[in-house]
């Protein structure tokens, strides 16, 4: 299964961007956990947000909470990571990725696409 993110760019302070993360599995399984991580140079991957697909349950970092969205989409196979409110603090690569797990952990995923970077300017 392959993982397709998109969506980054050059934005500034303030902005917003929305991310996208498509597969290609043909279905996914209502127990598949949809995450977004993003890594800084020079710092280790951190967790972004999480979706289970079939509940739509979710889970946000303290520091992306009430400024970002994780999403499924009307398109299918598709997540979605809305960025509000972008802080130069923000910037890095994000990556979207799946498991079967709960986690927040990027140990807990098995299956990652490759990243899209993401620069926020002050």
């Known amino acids: 299964v392959q993982l397709q993110a998109s969506g980054g760019g050059l934005v500034q302070a303030g902005d917003s961007l929305r991310l996208s993360c498509v597969t290609s599995s043909a279905r996914i399984f209502s127990s598949t956990i949809m995450g977004w991580f993003r890594q800084a140079p020079g710092k280790e991957r951190d967790f972004v947000a999480l979706i289970r697909w079939g509940t739509q349950a979710t889970s946000y970092a303290d520091s992306v909470k009430g400024r970002f969205t994780i999403s499924r989409g009307d398109a299918p196979n598709t997540v979605f990571l809305q960025m509000n409110s972008l802080k130069p603090e923000d910037t890095a690569t994000y990556y979207c990725?799946?498991?079967?797990?709960?986690?927040?952990?990027?140990?807990?995923?098995?299956?990652w696409g490759q990243g899209t970077l993401v620069t926020v300017s002050s």
């Open positions: 990725a799946s498991t079967v797990s709960w986690s927040t952990r990027a140990s807990g995923y098995n299956n």
